[in-house]
């Protein structure tokens, strides 16, 4: 079984400074990993997915996430952020094996992007 | 366009009523998925199904029954609605073997 850690339940920060969203999981099996972003009053959209091969993954909005097996952690990071930013986000995991295709959603994390 | 559609996007309803979503993709993907989000936004898988064929039931109440006409199609249909089914619902559909995508969801409303 998989399980998520999103330790952070809100982030306040300033407009055009940077930020990192933190994510731990834990599973018996390798893992895919992903970050989904929910803009309020709105549905969940993919930020990005780490499959295999290189451990820095880059997605959407100039959002990008490192992979780190020995510290089972996916952190999202942006260099930047805008007021459009303000949104929830959600790391997930799915196991590789074929009877373990359903997402586990950690708890979201409220950015708030303040002026 | 859209690629994972839902409706209705509101549904608000009496307890004790009978109500469906209904999710369709068009991207083509063979599974399909109901997710919940409650109100502390915590999401959680409720439904898989496979080519019509279900999949995952993840220990939801019997008064929830989806239902799959074909693989594009994956309704959700709930009876005797309590107050407690007030959330969000998510449908999502699978690409290859690990990215789901999801529609913009259905926010219910139990009175």
């Known amino acids: 079984a998989q399980s998520v850690t999103q330790l952070d339940s809100q982030v306040p920060v300033f407009e055009e400074a940077p930020v990192e969203l933190r994510c731990n999981y834990s599973?018996?099996?390798?893992?895919?990993l992903f970050w989904y972003v929910q803009y309020p009053n709105q549905g969940l959209q993919l930020l990005l997915k780490?499959?295999?091969?290189?451990?820095l993954v880059k997605g959407i909005n100039g959002f990008e996430a490192e992979f780190n097996k020995s510290q089972t952690s996916f952190h999202l990071r942006k260099p930047s952020v805008h007021i459009s930013d303000t949104a929830e986000y959600f790391c997930?995991?799915?196991?590789?094996?074929?009877?373990?295709?359903?997402?586990?959603f950690g708890t979201g994390t409220r950015l708030q992007v303040f002026p | 366009d859209t690629a994972v559609s839902q409706t209705p996007k509101y549904l608000v309803t009496q307890m004790g009523n009978d109500k469906s979503i209904k999710c369709e993709q068009n991207?083509?993907?063979?599974?399909m998925y109901w997710y919940k989000q409650d109100s502390k936004k915590f999401l959680k898988i409720m439904f898989s199904?496979?080519?019509?064929?279900?999949?995952i039931n993840e220990t939801v109440p019997n008064r929830f029954s989806p239902k799959s006409p074909d693989k594009a199609h994956l309704n959700l249909h709930i009876n005797s609605l309590e107050l407690g089914d007030s959330a969000v619902y998510f449908c999502?559909?699978?690409?290859?073997?690990?990215?789901?995508?999801f529609g913009p969801g259905t926010r219910l409303l139990v009175l």
């Open positions: 599973s018996s099996v390798s893992v895919y």
């Open positions: 997930a995991v799915t196991g590789r094996s074929y009877n373990t295709d359903k997402l586990i």
């Open positions: 780490y499959l295999s091969g290189s451990t």
């Open positions: 999502a559909s699978r690409e290859g073997r690990e990215t789901q995508y």
């Open positions: 991207l083509g993907h063979d599974t």
């Open positions: 199904y496979n080519n019509k064929e279900l999949i």
